[in-house]
């Protein structure tokens, strides 16, 4: 480890960072404003504005201060990006607190749960009675959510960074990859331009299906998303709408897709990319044995056939689309149903979407790396084996990198599911499920996390949470250059 701090110039990082880190709480500034625009529509909740206003104003000045030098930064390393995106990520949580606290009146430890559920795309809540809560509060926990899947810092590349080796490091840190056009600021503004008009679909579908326009705003934000934060207790199964449901259901397939898939469905016009894609059909792959097993353990515990069906597809898409949206209640469900939607949670949407998990396209790499190497203890010696999937071709590296992410992520998983067990005694499958939940970044519940767990789990599955949405390659980074690399500046 010394030999690894000599290698690094800490004084330089610090100052790396902290010009991306303000770039970037620009944004987040500006973010905090935009909820006191509903004041215009619900005049009453004027008294609200402060709680948005002025801390919104405090990280655009922060962030203005912090990034002053940015003109100076020539070059960014994926290390200090990485570390700056992970910061971000706990920062803006730690900042959207206030409106939590202020005007809901919820202590800072459940305050910050809700935000860092919300910033991450989680959906897992701290609150109830949400009828009760005023709608700023309830739009800013569906606003962080739909920022928060297009990411903070894409939505920082789209308007503040400038195009260069910055934005692509920043981009990467944030556990994404697709490149839909050759210009990175560029793919972001696509991305979020595609973003906004299924965004606005949605509300179109949901509000002639009869929700208020708020509602259907709202739902549309955290469906597409993959958020799930609703604006009722009872979540979608509110509403008692087979149309909602399958308009949900098309919001959280669209969200758990590669925005790349969603860049030609627009540009060709045509459906053929969807259905070409490798990780939409691994999707469907894995979704149709998950319905039929679920299908079947909830109809042999006395539910309608109707019901089934409906609850079935709903759950299972809710699942491995990581958004969290529910219709009907999870913790009466049979042990088979709770532990096939644990799996899907597990394995997550696809790569380059706004889906938490392991993604679609590294579980269907490991099954492929199984088979080739198979082929090669078959084959003569020499013979030359194409490792490609769909239109991905990997190399040895990919593979080890894929298998290096999945134990890691696993490991976490394991360790944050004998803890759940061990703290509050749950089962195998309740805790298991509700981990793969906060850590895929799903926001379905059974029941473990409420205002009522023990404190300590709440911090846990936080961390599960912020580790989750960047992947764990970035938290794991910063983690180790705080503890490893700081010291060494206090030191000096």
């Known amino acids: 480890m010394l030999e690894f701090r000599k290698r690094i110039n800490v004084s330089d990082d610090i100052f790396v960072v902290r010009n991306l880190i303000g770039a970037i709480l620009q944004g987040v500034g500006l973010a905090y404003l935009v909820p006191v625009l509903l004041v ?27 990034s002053r030098h940015s003109d100076k930064v020539e070059d960014v390393n994926l290390r200090q990006a990485m570390v700056a995106a992970a910061f971000t990520w706990l920062f803006a949580s730690l900042v959207s607190v206030v409106p939590f606290m202020g005007i809901a009146d919820m202590s800072f430890v459940d305050s910050y749960f809700e935000s860092m559920s919300a910033w991450t795309g989680t959906g897992l809540t701290m609150m109830s009675n949400l009828s009760s809560y005023p709608k700023v509060l309830l739009f800013w926990r569906a606003w962080m959510q739909w920022l928060g899947g297009v990411g903070i810092v894409l939505v920082a590349l789209t308007i503040l960074i400038r195009p260069g080796v910055a934005a692509a490091r920043l981009y990467r840190a944030e556990a994404r990859s697709e490149r839909i056009l050759p210009n990175l600021v560029n793919t972001s503004k696509v ?7 299924l965004t606005l679909v949605g509300t179109y579908l949901y509000y002639i299906n009869g929700m208020n ?9 955290t469906g597409l998303g993959t958020g799930g934060m609703s604006t009722h ?17 098309f919001l959280m397939i669209m969200g758990a897709v590669n925005f790349t898939v969603h860049y030609k469905l627009f540009k060709n016009k045509s459906l053929k990319p969807f259905f070409e894609d490798i990780q939409v059909r691994y999707m469907f792959v894995f979704l149709i044995p998950a319905v039929t097993i679920i299908g079947y353990s909830l109809f042999s515990i006395g539910k309608a056939l109707g019901e089934v069906i409906q609850e079935a597809v709903f759950h299972a898409v809710s699942a491995i689309s990581c958004t969290g949206f529910q219709i009907a209640s999870l913790s009466s469900y049979p042990e088979v149903a709770k532990f096939i939607l644990a799996i899907l949670m597990v394995i997550g949407g696809g790569a380059g979407s706004t889906a938490g998990g392991i993604k679609l396209i590294r579980v269907t790499l490991m ?3 199984l088979k080739w190497t198979i082929e090669s203890a078959i084959l003569p010696r020499g013979a030359v084996i194409k490792r490609k999937v769909g239109n991905y071709v990997f190399s040895e590296e990919d593979i080890q990198e894929v298998m290096s ?14 803890y759940t067990m061990l703290r509050v005694k749950a089962s195998l499958t309740d805790a298991l499920f509700e981990v793969a939940s906060a850590q895929g970044n799903v926001g379905l519940s059974i029941g473990i996390t409420s205002p009522a767990m023990p404190a300590d789990l709440k ?13 764990i390659f970035s938290t794991l980074v910063f983690i180790i250059s705080v503890v490893f690399l700081l010291p060494r500046v206090k030191r000096k």
């Open 40 to 66: 215009w529509f619900y005049p009453d909740q004027i008294k609200y504005v402060p709680y948005f206003a002025l801390p919104g104003m405090a990280c655009i000045l922060l962030g203005a201060w912090w």
């Open 191 to 197: 991305i979020f331009e595609i973003y906004l008009v």
């Open 213 to 221: 326009l708020f509602d259907a705003l709202t739902h549309s934000m």
């Open 233 to 249: 207790d009872e979540s979608i199964g509110f509403f008692h709408s087979p149309a909602i449901n399958a308009v949900t259901i």
């Open 367 to 369: 099954y492929e790396s």
């Open 405 to 418: 992410f999945t134990m890691t992520y696993l490991a976490f998983l394991l360790f944050g599911t004998v």
């Open 459 to 471: 911090v846990l599955y936080i961390l599960l949470m912020w580790i989750g949405r960047l992947e």
